[in-house]
């Protein structure tokens, strides 16, 4: 994979010169960023009252915290705005998909048009670490070292420098047999990039960048059993057995990885713990339903097997694209196969008509409706969809029904979505460490500020055309005495490069309808 030349690393050259012109004594200390997805005060605080994270607890006792305003709702939005200082429409990435020429994508690098922290470091000659940063693939050229954050996903472009360490390429490489769900590979993920950053914790890095998405993924998935106070269904003893824990093991393994972090970094690194927004409970409870679409028509008789293939003359309809977790369902009528894109299936109204007319009599247990219809939208033509089938949420149980009798195997597991969040569900703060003022207190602080604030913690310049100020207040006075707030007019844009092929687009996507992301 070859990455374009960046045109912004010509302005950085001379905006650093002019704006770092004045001879400094000594450079501050390092900085750790670690990133948790979804981290929430109230959850946080819940858990200091239970006497549980004792690290984070510590941190805040010796530093300063705050709410952390999001920019968005999205978190590839979010967590790009920290990275780079200025909004969503100036950095690119505005949601978690991009349109491209082929239909729709999940966010990569390429789609973001400025310098993130990791670049501008670079580019002052300071050595990074970039580990599973939302929109990270495929990695940037740095002075250091990054992971993307499909690194269990793509075969090229996964991480930078090629000839990484081969004790860190080891890590990469090993297998984990328990990796059997999307859920476990964010988790695995998540494993792995702690392992690493401890790893680099000790070396010589200035700036170490450590994203974990999995308390995210278990707050949508459990929130209910963590805080199941407000939800219209009572949550029975068993389930708050087997599932309230699941939230709190997550938080105790963020915990568990900044306590480590801390004892093996230098002692004069500055530590930041940040989220891109909290978690609450939905206002009304969503599923991801493993429904198995191909089983219903089978039944219906509009698909036919032999063998347990199907049948490509007999069938008169199938899915298509469409992996059992998502909500949104393309279904292709007969033939199945065409020579050109301009070929049209056999009757389409007619077979649509009759396939609406059945699936309308299929329920779930208490007799709510299983399916509604609507047209299809151009990217699902292009993809090769004839009728658009949406599972409804409302009465979901462990199967489906056709008048009162009911289907084998149409749905496997079903999970809940009981936690959310929105633009307006505030992040976590902190900051400690030798140069962080403990008697600051900064109350709230925008996600725009993050740039800012790391780079002048860095002792390098705050571009003027930031979104973002540096909260320099959160410092010392020793060490704004010592590192006077240098300003630069711009650290400039990105070239445009081509994304290279993925082989994991669909499955990204898959991941974000079936968490309710996207429709």
Known sequence: MTLGVHRWQVIVALVLLAGCSEPRSTSPGPVVLLGVDGGSWNAIRELWSRGQLPHLATLAERGVSAQLQPVAHASPVIWTSIATGVEPSRHGIQGFTVRTPSGEAPVSSVDRRVPALWNMASAAQLRVALLGWWASWPAETVNG?????????????????????????????????????????????????????LQLASEDFDLIMLYLRTVDIESHHHWKYFRPQGFETEVDELSLQRLGTRIPDAYAEVDDVLGALVARAPSNTNFFVLSDHGFQASKSERYRIQLHLDRVLEHLGFLVRDDERIDPVESTARTWGSPPFTRTKLVRFHPFERPDEDARPDDPAATRHRLEADLERITYEDGSPAFRFRDLEANERSRGGDMVVIVRYQGVSPALYLDGQPIPGAIGRIEEISGTHSKSTEGVFLAAGPDIDPTADPVKIHSLDIAPTLLYALGLPVAEDFDGRARTEIFRQQFRDRFPLHKIPTWGVMEARDSPDSQSDEQLLEELRALGYLN
Not at 158 to 179: C, G, K, N, Q, V
């Open 145 to 197: 070292i990054i992971v993307s954050d499909r690194i269990f996903r793509e075969n090229k472009g996964r991480f930078y420098p090629p000839d990484l360490d081969p004790t860190l390429l080891t890590e990469i490489s090993r297998p984990d047999a328990t990796a059997q769900s999307a859920d476990d590979v964010v988790t695995r993920g998540d494993r792995l990039m702690a392992s690493i950053g």
